[in-house]
T-cell receptor
Framework: KNQVEQSPQSLIILEGKNCTLQ??????????LRWYKQDTGRGPVSLTIMTFSENTKSNGRYTATLDADTKQSSLHITASQLSDSASYICVVSLFGNEKLTFGTGTRLTIIP | DAGVIQSPRHEVTEMGQEVTLRCKPI?????LFWYRQTMMRGLELLIY????????DSGMPEDRFSAKMPNASFSTLKIQPSEPRDSAVYFC???????????FGPGTRLLVL
């Protein structure tokens, strides 16, 4: 069964610190992996999309890595800001029909 | 562009009533997606359209749910009759292609009493 698991479920860090969120998946064959940021009460916003041939992609202070061999991805946030408080959702698509499998997300809270 | 527009933003209704959610995708996007999000199940894809044609509706929970896209700038998701377990946030998203970034609307928060 195709699954996407994220860890930790929730995380609290001090403003200015770095953090890393994890995503493990069993989706196969794999097409691409996406990270979304979802602020409370709003729709998800895309941060990165990576295909199997990419192993890192950055978007400002957000850097996603992908290891297609071990089926693992991480999202690293550098110098966190209060506005980074949100849920981060990992989404993996199936090669061929691009069917999406969603992780349940990591709830990140940045405290001053 | 104003982004994906959804209406209403909030809907409270009684069990058994018909509910219609509306979506206007970003102009030029060929794909439109309907999602449901709950605390228990997270984000789930219900159905998506390509050029106004439903492609995959395997995520639609049951016959009480139906979706239409009469033209490139409008789609509806209808629940009839509604049940309390349908309470959730319903998102509409659109994209140029199936593999590119999907842009989400603000969502409709539905509460069925």
């Amino acid at each position: 069964k195709n699954q996407v698991e994220q860890s930790p479920q929730s995380l609290i860090i001090l403003e200015g610190k770095n953090c890393t969120l994890q995503c493990n998946y069993t989706v196969s064959p794999f097409s691409n992996l996406r990270w979304y940021k979802q602020d409370t009460g709003r729709g998800p916003v895309s941060l990165t999309i990576m295909t199997f041939s990419e192993n890192t992609k950055s978007n400002g202070r957000y850097t996603a890595t992908l290891d297609a061999d071990t089926k693992q991805s991480s999202l690293h946030i550098t110098a966190s800001q209060l506005s980074d408080s949100a849920s981060y959702i990992c989404v993996v698509s199936l090669f061929g029909n691009e069917k999406l499998t969603f992780g349940t997300g990591t709830r990140l809270t940045i405290i001053p | 562009d104003a982004g994906v527009i959804q209406s209403p933003r909030h809907e409270v209704t009684e069990m058994g009533q018909e509910v219609t959610l509306r979506c206007k995708p970003i102009s030029g996007h060929d794909y439109l997606f309907w999602y449901r999000q709950t605390m228990m199940r997270g984000l789930e894809l219900l159905i998506y359209f390509n050029n106004n044609v439903p492609i995959d509706d395997s995520g639609m929970p049951e016959d009480r749910f139906s979706a239409k896209m009469p033209n490139a700038s409008f789609s509806t998701l209808k629940i009839q009759p509604s049940e309390p377990r349908d309470s959730a946030v319903y998102f509409c998203a659109s994209s140029f292609t199936l593999v590119e970034t999907q842009y989400f609307g603000p969502g409709t928060r539905l509460l069925v009493l």
